[in-house]
């Protein structure tokens, strides 16, 4: 029962009489009511119905972890003695196995995040089984198993970014799945991009502290100077990178403007420790991946300028006409 109300009468003989009437509270209706976000974020979520091309793509990224695996494994055993460089990078290559799992996943939920995190997977996944071909004593080249195996890995890479990005089978699949909040593909790319940055420092960092046990580049106090800014360099970008990246989804100005000072900030000062303290052959294994990443998530937040995001779907499943996040609307 709600408060009464009190409204004025006429009676027959033209006098006005007070009355009182009980306004009852009627509850709104119940999809009329804002779902609390907590209840989204528990709520189990099914796979979307798979389609012909979706197998397929899926089937084409467990080869190309299966890939990913033979090669380190040729390239393991054609070395005689591997060194802690080797094991640091082979250990990261193989998390590589579980980030394709991962890509599996997204694709049989038809989920949009999948093109933007492949195609950062694909493209680090090269690098880093690259970078463990490491020189042969006499000759740079290595041996024609591992090279092989190398270019099969990138075509198949390749072609994971293509069906992602260019198969439009593959992009009605991820497309339907109705979305609770709309974010571009663009800011998604961001966000893949800048929490790749974290462990594309620590794997060198790490390359870089069994120097130290072996023969550093630098005189040994040197050596610790620079490991230690190293360190504190990787545990702040870790942080800033994944909470920023986060708030760009949200739409945050001051966000984007973080991002992009990390981005040019990593851009310069990864690829230069890396040749100071790994050489020409660690800026070519650790600094170059580095550097696409950085560029990849410079241009998806060029491109992102006045896109809106994080807006809530509207009543035919189109957006709401919310502001943009950054920047003047597109006309």
């Known amino acids: 029962m709600g408060p009464a109300r009190l409204w004025l ?3 027959r003989d033209g006098h006005h009489r007070g009355m009182a009437e009980q306004v009852v509270a009627t509850p709104a209706p119940r999809g009329d009511e804002p779902r609390p976000w907590w209840r989204d974020a528990f709520r189990i979520q099914r796979p979307v119905p798979p ?7 899926r089937a084409l990224i467990a080869v190309t972890a299966l890939a990913v695996v033979v090669v380190e494994t ?6 005689d003695e591997p060194g802690f460089a080797l094991a640091v990078r082979t250990g990261w290559a193989l998390l590589r196995v579980i980030g394709f799992l991962v890509l599996m996943r997204a694709v049989r939920f038809g989920r949009m995040v999948a093109r933007p995190f492949g195609l950062v997977l694909a493209v680090t996944t090269v690098f880093a089984v690259a970078r463990l071909v490491e020189p042969r004593t006499g000759s740079p080249v290595p041996a024609s ?5 190398l270019v099969v890995l990138t075509v198949l890479c390749a072609a994971v970014v293509w069906g992602l990005y260019r198969s439009s089978a593959i992009g009605e699949h991820l497309s339907s799945r109705p979305m609770r909040r709309h974010v571009p593909g663009w800011v998604l790319t961001v966000r893949v991009a800048a929490l790749a940055y974290g ?3 620590i794997v060198p960092f790490l390359v870089a502290v069994g120097t130290v046990f072996a023969k550093p580049a630098l005189p040994l106090p040197a050596t610790l100077a620079l490991l230690g800014w190293w360190f504190v360099l990787a545990v702040v970008v870790s942080f800033t990178a994944g909470w920023g990246s986060f708030f760009v989804v949200l739409g945050k100005r ?3 403007r973080t991002i992009t ?3 040019v900030l990593l851009l310069v000062v990864q690829p230069v420790l890396c040749f100071v303290l790994l050489g020409a052959d660690g800026l070519l294994r650790d600094g170059v991946p580095m550097v696409v990443t950085t560029l990849v998530c410079l241009l998806a937040l ?3 300028r006045g896109l809106s995001t994080w807006t809530r779907n509207g009543p035919t499943g189109g957006t709401a006409p919310t502001p943009a996040a950054a920047g003047p609307q597109p006309s």
């Open 145 to 149: 198993a591992v090279l092989i195996g």
């Open 261 to 263: 000072i990390l981005s």
């Open 254 to 256: 001051w966000a984007r």
């Open 74 to 79: 040729l390239n393991l055993l054609s070395v």
């Open 199 to 201: 462990a594309l420092l």
């Open 51 to 57: 389609t012909p091309a979706s197998r397929r793509l």
């Open 9 to 11: 009468g006429r009676t």
């Open 302 to 304: 060029h491109r992102s």
